[in-house]
């Protein structure tokens, strides 16, 4: 059995479906891990949702911003976006059954056996794995439960910018969504910088990939993540990043989750230009 993980796939179906094809995945033995973001911007955002859900146990992934933005533009949550590509989920038939199925993803999955986690963009400075799975597990449960629109209407914003145990309400729960979906940069002492999204050296004095800052308590996981197309493929001994700008013209990328580590990546048309909304 193989676990392949896999970057950004954002609607771009013809591409992962080359992919898949390069890597010769097959579902009864073989296990993809999604980085999140399955869907928007691509021309193809419904195939994607419908194929990953049916490879069912086959195919892991964590939600990503732009899955989030899905869940709360379809409840009125959120308005649309100039970029987004989103109604043939939004006008299809099968429309609430796949948005369902996507609440239902979780925002960290952590492999015990292969010592591997997985999420969308990063972790803060001050979260290991035990405090990274409760706080994931608070979100989850709110975007599992009745009142999920109630989140999604107080998700967007920038602010709580750094972890404090005492955080509460909705306050809380959009810290640790924007950490585990929209996180790039933040200072020696985890305060977020989510406006920064270009590559390491651009960013302002004093901030830091997350997975540079020193001491950080998640520095002894193997963390695979996306998000981050500006950062493109960058592998250490302890981090995995995926996102490879498929979107922007550039590949769709995926990793072997072994010892060799082998990349496998497709080439892509680009279906949205460098700066356009």
């Not at 986690?117 to 975007?143: F, I, K, N, S, Y």
């Not at 924007?178 to 004093?206: F, H, I, S």
């Not at 950080?216 to 490879?244: E, N, Q």
Request: charged share 25%.
């Amino acid at each position: 059995m193989a676990v392949y993980a896999i970057g950004d796939v954002q609607g771009c179906y013809d591409e992962l479906l080359r992919l898949l094809e390069q890597i010769r995945f097959d579902p009864a033995k073989d296990t993809l891990w999604f980085t999140g973001d399955l869907v928007n911007r691509g021309p193809a955002s419904l195939q994607v949702l419908r194929r990953v859900r049916e490879w069912g146990d086959s195919a892991i992934t964590v939600l990503g911003n732009h899955d989030l933005h899905l869940l709360a533009v379809a409840e009125g949550c959120a308005p649309f976006h100039k970029s987004d590509t989103l109604d043939e989920i939004l006008n299809a038939p099968d429309r609430d059954e796949l948005l369902h199925w996507l609440r239902q993803q979780p925002l960290l999955h952590h492999d015990v056996r292969m010592h591997y986690t997985l999420v969308h963009a990063g972790l803060p400075p001050q979260w290991d794995l035990v405090l990274a799975q409760a706080c994931a597990r608070e979100v989850e449960q709110v975007l599992r439960g009745d009142d999920y629109a109630e989140f999604l209407r107080h998700m967007y914003g920038d602010q709580p910018d750094q972890w404090r145990e005492d955080l509460q309400g909705w306050g809380r729960l959009r810290f640790i969504a924007n950490c585990l979906t929209r996180l790039r940069y933040c200072n020696a002492e985890g305060r977020l910088n989510l406006r920064a999204k270009g590559e390491p050296g651009t960013q302002p004095e004093g901030d830091m990939p997350w997975f540079e800052v020193p001491g950080r308590r998640s520095a002894d996981l193997r963390v695979v993540f996306g998000h981050w197309s500006t950062l493109g493929l960058y592998r250490s001994p302890k981090v995995i990043s995926l996102d490879t700008g498929c979107l922007w013209g550039n590949q769709l990328t995926a990793v072997h989750l072994a010892a060799d580590g082998a990349v496998y990546a497709v080439d892509c048309a680009g279906h949205r230009h460098p700066g356009a909304a």
